[in-house]
């Protein structure tokens, strides 16, 4: 069982449309970033979100925080190509180690 | 601007053989980490180090082994390569423990082939 589970695992639309990508877990966390993969790199840091019910917006994508600090989900308005890629949220797990755990991602793909 | 490089880029190897990945940053952060990216599972921990001379476990860490001598760097080594740690491996850094909502910032990866 993964810490984080992230849905969809696949998402192909269309340019101009709204979509929603959630990461959920049954754990509580103290704050959960938000990473975007492109093809051939590695991740960039969105976003990071601290408290229960936050709400943060970065150009078209907008990011929750759940008010019991168990899940997040990232909403992109208006999708362009430019936001095709693997968007994965991470945590501190309670096991210990100094280090972010992955979710296993959501792949975008929009198309133009 | 060189951020997080990895050395090298691309790898085959034969299973049996051994090699070294070297991971740099020039940020003067004290935490790095290893991990591994395989289809449909995110990224996972290989090892981590809090500092210069210390290193610690992550999640898959078996067939791995890393040195820190220096705060700039970080090695990950296999010493006996087995198909099964064919995948793209990513080195990453931050100022501090990421739990405070740090960035931790990434290389651009070494995809490793071994047949």
């Known amino acids: 069982t993964q810490l984080l589970e992230q849905s969809p695992q696949f998402l192909s639309i269309q340019e101009g449309e709204n979509l929603t990508v959630y990461c959920n877990s049954s754990s509580v966390f103290s704050s959960l970033q938000w990473y975007r993969q492109e093809p051939g790199e590695g991740p960039v840091l969105l976003v990071t979100v601290v408290t229960g019910g936050e709400v943060k917006k970065l150009k078209r994508l907008t990011f929750q925080f759940g008010d019991a600090r168990k899940d997040s989900s990232l909403h992109i308005t208006a999708a362009q190509p430019g936001d095709t890629g693997l968007y994965l949220c991470a945590v501190i797990s309670d096991t210990g180690r100094r280090a972010l755990t992955f979710g296993s991602g959501t792949r975008l793909q929009v198309q133009p | 601007n060189a951020g997080v490089t990895q050395t090298p880029k691309f790898r085959v190897l034969k299973t049996g053989q051994s090699m070294t990945l070297l991971c740099a940053q020039d940020m003067n952060h004290e935490y790095m980490y290893w991990y591994r990216q395989d289809p449909g599972m995110g990224l996972r921990l290989i090892h981590y180090s809090v500092g210069e001379g210390t290193t610690a476990k992550g999640e898959v860490p078996d067939g791995y082994n890393v040195s820190r001598l220096k705060k700039q760097n970080f090695l990950l080594g296999l010493e006996s390569a087995a198909p099964s740690q064919t995948s793209v491996y990513f080195c990453?850094?931050?100022?501090?423990?990421?739990?405070?909502?740090?960035?931790?910032?990434f290389g651009q990866g070494t995809r490793l082939t071994v047949v």
């Open positions: 990453a850094s931050s100022y501090t423990w990421t739990g405070f909502g740090t960035e931790a910032f």
